[in-house]
Structures are given as C-alpha cells and as structure tokens.
C-alpha cells in the first residue's frame, strides 16, 4: 500500500507554470505507476498524465499524456525521493482543477485503474 500527498498548488495568471509534487510514502514507490488526473467543479476526474515503473536496467518510465495537454505538461518521477511531479507551463484558464496523483500497479487512464489516491491540490488560473 502506498500513501500519496500533493502539494504545489495555488493561483497562477493565464501563460504561467507551476510544479505539482506527489511525496509517497514507504519503500514500494518504485514498483508503482504515478497518474495525475483534475477535476473541475461540476465535471468528472480526467486523466491528465503518468508515468509507468522504472525499468530496473535502465531506469527508463514510459510515459503518458492526455493528448491536449502534452507539450505544456510534463510528469516526472525521482524514485529516490518517493516522489513524482506534474510541471505545467502555459497554463490556460480551463486548467483550473483540483490535481490529483494517483498510484497503480500498471499505466492506466482511468480512474477505476488506480486503487491509491492522494487528497488533492488546488490550481486555479486566473485572466
């Protein structure tokens, strides 16, 4: 089992970035999958991106974008750290959302594929 916690969220101005951060905790963090998903008010959970498990040879974790994000958006992991991160730039008002990171044994896309949530963060862009 796997505790998440996301953090670096707030208010940015319409062009601008921000890092989300997903501290995990214990020592499994590696044999995980890392998903980011958003939720706007009265819309479902969206997949945003992942990032799979690291290749124990090469350290390679494929990744994953939701199409319109992809280029503006880019997830990382430091397995080291028992963390990932979701860096946004160009930020568009409709990204406004609360950020989720999410924790699966497989690359997914759906909420149903991952069994492990953190609580959220706040990103809100304003005009």
């Known amino acids: 089992q796997v505790q998440l916690v996301e953090s670096g969220g707030g208010l940015v101005q319409a062009g601008g970035s921000l890092r989300l951060s997903c501290a995990a905790s214990?020592?499994?963090?590696?044999?995980?999958?890392i998903g980011w998903f958003r939720q706007a008010p009265g819309m479902e959970r969206e997949f945003v991106a992942a990032?799979?498990?690291?290749?124990?040879?090469?350290?390679?974790?494929?990744?994953d974008y939701e199409k319109s994000m992809a280029g503006r958006f880019t997830i990382s992991r430091d397995n080291a750290k028992n963390a990932a991160y979701l860096q946004m730039t160009s930020l568009k008002l409709e990204d406004t959302a609360v950020y989720y990171c999410?924790?699966?044994?497989?690359?997914?896309?759906?909420?149903?594929?991952?069994?492990?949530w953190g609580q959220g963060t706040q990103v809100t862009v304003s005009s």
């Open positions: 999410a924790a699966a044994t497989s690359l997914g896309r759906t909420t149903l594929a991952y069994p492990y």
């Open positions: 990032i799979g498990r690291p290749s124990p040879f090469t350290a390679y974790a494929a990744t």
């Open positions: 214990g020592r499994t963090f590696s044999t995980y999958a």
